[in-house]
């Protein structure tokens, strides 16, 4: 309800008492969903500015639910940070993306992605051993840890913990860092000091209407001239057309992600998607 805020006693109105029980109903239904196989991955171009040519993939996990149909990561994966099922879906996700990527080196070449990026939730990073793990699954799929990226988000980071010392360790092993959905944190930049980045994810909200108004271009100009200033790859998310992927090779970007080169699949087209009129 809409005034839930205003009730005094909100831990015990119903509708808290009904989230919880989704919550715990998904968390369930996870479980069995991880052992009987339910979950996926599908992958989404990161492309090289202008020519369009696919150089990295990121991961992204999907759950086909019998009952419930597809259940987006948005909703289940906080669920999953809850009830520490992303612990054991996440090294299921790592295994399989690094499996899949060397898969593509094997059939693909030189047109293959150059690099893997997998998604790493708060409570992977602080679980102790994190970074020993993703040296292990290096180890059994054959893959160099220069072909990862772990992709943090910044509250993940910033939560205290041992994160950074993680974030640190898997930066030692040779694997690269990006810091996901920048820009949209309350201390982006700051963290930039205390943590070893190489890539920086601009979020999808300074690339929405970049065509349109001057603050949004502002923005973007401001954060591609932090990531060149420190030497780091600034991807720009959320690229869903033509007019946004000029502007913003324009502005200096000379990476992209988004539905105008590709949605995420199973298989993501290996051709290049050139930007027009740049
Ligand atoms: P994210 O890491 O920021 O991932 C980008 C999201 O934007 C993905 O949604 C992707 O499908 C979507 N996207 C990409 N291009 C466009 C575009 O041009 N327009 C629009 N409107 N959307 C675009 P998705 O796959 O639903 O994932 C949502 C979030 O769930 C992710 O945000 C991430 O936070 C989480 N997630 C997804 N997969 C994983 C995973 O394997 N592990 C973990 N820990 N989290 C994941
Ligand atoms: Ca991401
Ligand atoms: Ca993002
Ligand atoms: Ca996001």
């Not at 990121?58 to 009830?83: D, I, K, M, Y």
């Not at 520490?84 to 070449?109: N, S």
Request: proline share 4%.
């Amino acid at each position: 309800a809409k005034d839930a805020g205003s009730r005094q006693h909100r831990r015990y109105s119903p509708d808290l008492d009904n989230q919880t029980n989704e919550a715990a109903r998904l968390g369930v239904q996870m479980r069995t969903g991880l052992d009987t196989g339910q979950f996926r991955m599908v992958y989404q171009p990161i492309v090289a500015l202008p020519e369009g040519r696919l150089r990295y993939v990121e991961s992204l996990v999907r759950w086909q639910h019998p009952e419930r149909g597809f259940v987006s990561p948005a909703e289940f994966v906080p669920v999953a940070e809850q009830n520490g099922l992303i612990v054991e879906l996440g090294e299921w996700i790592l295994r399989t993306a690094c499996a899949q990527f060397i898969r593509w080196r094997d059939q693909h070449g030189v047109d293959a992605p150059q690099r893997i990026s997998v998604n790493v939730s708060a409570r992977q990073l602080n679980e102790p051993g994190f970074a020993q793990l993703v040296a292990d699954v290096l180890e059994n799929t054959g893959m160099s840890a220069d072909h990862l990226i772990v992709e943090v988000t910044e509250t993940a980071v910033f939560g205290g913990g041992t994160a950074v010392q993680a974030v640190k360790d898997l930066k030692a092993l040779g694997v690269h860092i990006a810091l996901d959905d920048f820009g949209t944190g309350h201390s982006s930049l700051g963290l930039l000091q205390t943590v070893p980045v190489d890539v920086l994810k601009v979020d999808k909200s300074f690339v929405d209407n970049l065509t349109m108004a001057g603050r949004h271009a502002v923005i973007a100009t401001a954060l591609i001239q932090v990531s060149n200033g420190l030497g780091l790859t600034a991807v720009a998310e959320g690229v869903e057309t033509a007019e946004q992927a000029a502007e913003l090779y324009r502005l200096g970007y000379q990476f992209a992600q988004g539905y105008h080169f590709g949605r995420p699949a199973a298989e993501p087209d290996f051709h290049h998607r050139p930007v027009a009129a740049v």
